[in-house]
């Protein structure tokens, strides 16, 4: 495994903790972009690892956005588009991994900090952390798909309000809306992300990418398309040991015991 300079990576079982710690406040630059993809494909090529839980080493700051000293520098708007580009390349990975990946969310998490979480497939947030895509107070709009993905998980008018306004948002404001799963205490978020992380991975691995693909290959497809996508990934499971292992563990009244096989 890569030795990183902005990421530390864990495996705690099935369970693989990416935390990010790059000072003062996460700001997401090359070096870390660069980081998260490996560790996306260090996910998915990990036999062990069913599941990451993503999470900040700095108090109170999850990511507060792109790194604009670093954006400063650039002096052509192709320099720019490079890394909107590289940006959208990483969050891309991130939403179509075929092992889930789980955003544990506390204090600042606005513009690309906002736009990572939602590439993410479960988002568990503690009641201090604050949302917003304020791009637009810079004279600029969201680059890394926040305009993309919003409309699709709070719909198209909400987004917008939230776009071209710059409004923060409370967590509990964001759980109306639904752009995040569950709202926790400060101090239950690592322990309820983590909960939430081996209830997945209890699971047998072939269903857990199935059921990843079916999701993910379905979002922009026709329900007809989506159904046969739906098809092709259970004909998938019927040959596996473990749907006979489950079928079998049900009707012996007894927990499965899954190989990922």
Do not use: W
């Not at 070096?31 to 108090?59: F, R, W």
């Not at 002096?75 to 890394?83: F, G, Q, Y």
């Not at 709202?183 to 997945?200: M, N, Q, R």
């Amino acid at each position: 495994m890569t030795d990183f300079q902005c990421l530390q990576v864990t495996l705690e079982e099935s369970v693989m903790l990416l935390k990010i710690n790059r000072p003062p406040v996460n700001a997401l630059g090359r070096q870390l972009l660069d980081e998260l993809e490996q560790a996306v494909e260090y996910l998915q090529n990990e036999p062990k690892a069913k599941v990451a839980v993503l999470i900040s080493g700095i108090p109170n700051v999850f990511i507060a956005g792109v790194d604009l000293k670093e954006m400063a520098q650039l002096t052509s708007p192709d320099e720019i588009l490079k890394i909107v580009e590289r940006g959208q390349t990483v969050f891309n990975k991130i939403e179509k991994s075929e092992k889930p990946v789980i955003a544990a969310v506390q204090g600042v998490c606005v513009g690309g900090g906002q736009e990572l979480i939602m590439a993410c497939h479960l988002r568990i947030v503690s009641d201090r952390t604050r949302f917003g895509q304020p791009e637009i107070t810079l004279g600029i709009i969201p680059g890394f798909g926040g305009s993309q993905r919003l409309p699709k998980i709070v719909g198209a008018s909400r987004a917008a309000e939230l776009i071209l306004t710059g409004d923060i948002l409370t967590p509990q404001e964001a759980f109306r809306i639904g752009l995040v799963n569950r709202v926790v205490s400060d101090g239950a978020l690592l322990k309820t992300a983590k909960e939430t992380a081996k209830k997945i991975a209890r699971f047998g691995l072939p269903s857990i990418r199935a059921a990843m693909r079916a999701i993910g290959r379905g979002l922009d497809r026709t329900l007809e398309e989506g159904l046969k996508i739906e098809q092709n990934e259970f004909r998938s499971l019927t040959q596996t040991k473990d749907m006979q292992e489950g079928i079998r563990a049900f009707l012996e009244k007894r927990q499965p015991k899954f190989t990922d096989s």
